[in-house]
């Protein structure tokens, strides 16, 4: 009896601390996935041209895979290299919470003003085709040499992972996946997604609901430091 005792006990121990180990783990993941998909879910070029090779049915796995594995690296970058600069200095975690909180509430105030004068994503599908080596050097260029994407992928995106201590893989696989999923649908969905943004509506509901995440992200990063 007393063996069943123990086993049952261990058993509630083991489970317990199981429970501890991965639930922060996949909090960490949430977390990167929301702030990884309210930053690259945005009117821009690089979308627009996503979007366009999709309507047009061209090129659209090779795109799509560009500009995928340039967010993971991009990602991959931010993380280790703001990862080596906090354990060098633990003091400026708070430092990088507060400053990624202040960022944070910047981008949702912006994401607020767009809502409130909604643009909408349209693309030309009739345009002359291009070539797989035209297609890759464009998604490459849009995605390399627009200064954005190092300020909020490398620094915004490297630093806030920072405040997931031990957990800052597991918000940068978040993320990863939040950008190779909506890549795919912005690409392969193009024909369903057309109607919805091409009109004003969508982006001012999309533009909300990407504030309000980026509220809640800011609140979170402040309650950690207090």
Not at 51 to 68: E, I, M, P, S, T
Not at 105 to 110: A, D, F, K
Not at 196 to 207: I, K
Request: overall charge positive; glycine content about 10%; proline content about 4%.
């Amino acid at each position: 009896m007393l063996m069943v005792h123990q086993k049952h006990a261990l058993h509630f121990r083991l489970r317990g601390s199981y429970g501890r180990r991965v639930e922060p783990h996949l909090l960490a993941a949430l977390s990167g996935l929301g702030l990884g998909l309210s930053l690259i879910v945005a009117i821009g070029s690089q979308n627009a041209f996503v979007l366009r090779q999709g309507l047009r049915r061209q090129r659209v796995g090779a795109v799509v895979l560009v500009c995928a594995v340039s967010d993971v690296a991009l990602i991959a970058t931010g993380v280790a290299g703001a990862g080596a600069v906090v354990e060098s200095r633990p003091a400026l975690l708070d430092v990088v919470r507060v400053a990624g909180a202040v960022f944070l509430t910047g981008y949702g105030l912006l994401a607020a003003r767009r809502a409130l004068r909604p643009q909408a994503l349209t693309a030309e599908p009739t345009a002359p085709p291009a070539s797989m080596a035209a297609a890759v050097g464009t998604a490459l260029a849009l995605t390399w040499l627009n200064p954005h994407v190092y300020l909020d992928t490398v620094v915004l995106l490297g630093s806030i992972a920072q405040s997931h201590p031990g957990r800052q893989w597991w918000f940068a696989a978040g993320a990863a996946v939040g950008s190779a999923l909506w890549f795919t649908a912005l690409g392969y969905g193009a024909a369903l997604l057309r109607p919805v943004f091409a009109t004003p509506r969508a982006w001012r509901v999309l533009d909300v609901v990407i504030a309000l995440v980026m509220f809640a992200l800011a609140g979170s990063l402040v309650v950690a430091v207090l």
